[in-house]
């Protein structure tokens, strides 16, 4: 896919999180939402997929270490075994939203949209240097499936936008075949068994 299409793709899931977020009840900011995360943590996550373009973007990299967005997980798998410096991040995030947090989340998503109007730079991400095009998926797969945690928190429609349901699938079987589970998926997809408890791609 071209970069514009990603883009599109990258505003579509923006707002639709931020659809899902403008649901929540003034009672609700507190509330249990994602394991040990509040309702306030989780939007502060999914904020973090509009403030990483805005960063990552003003950070050019003189080569591409990471060939696409399937290989991004695979790199960065190593690092998310540490959930606290997870949940640290997503902690500061949420209070970052400050006393108003859907317009300060409207404000991140204006900027991040503010970024995307060039050209298919090579940026420096936690991964390493990546295509623009090739590191968009990877937001668009975290504001959809955290817009899912979001919406099951606070009792809100969970139906993604087509088209975002659409990139997070790809993304997820490209993520399979690296870790060479396939078959596994494939069989799962198909009714020929079950994927092990827990399984997860990320």
Request: with cysteine; charged share 20%; proline share 4%.
């Amino acid at each position: 896919m071209t970069l514009q299409a990603h883009v599109e793709t990258f505003r579509r899931a923006g707002d639709h999180a931020v659809s899902v977020a403008e649901q929540v009840k003034p009672d609700q900011w507190d509330s249990p939402a994602l394991g040990t995360w509040s309702v306030r943590t989780l939007v502060g996550h999914i904020s973090r997929s509009f403030t990483t373009v805005v960063d990552y973007s003003a950070r050019p990299a003189d080569r591409v270490d990471v060939s696409d967005a399937a290989q991004y997980y695979v790199v960065i798998a190593p690092m998310l075994t540490d959930s606290s410096q997870i949940d640290a991040r997503a902690v500061q995030a949420g209070l970052a939203l400050g006393d108003d947090p859907l317009d300060t989340l409207r404000e991140l998503q204006d900027r991040a949209a503010a970024v995307l109007d060039i050209d298919d730079q090579v940026i420096q991400t936690i991964a390493g240097g990546m295509r623009l095009s090739d590191y968009l998926p990877t937001r668009i797969f975290e504001l959809g499936l955290h817009s899912i945690d979001l919406a099951r928190a606070i009792g809100a429609s969970e139906a993604l936008p087509a088209e975002v349901a659409d990139s997070i699938l790809a993304l997820s079987v490209a993520v399979a075949q690296r870790r060479d589970d396939s078959q596994a998926l494939l069989c799962a997809l198909t009714g020929r068994g079950p994927l092990t408890p827990g399984y997860s791609i990320v």
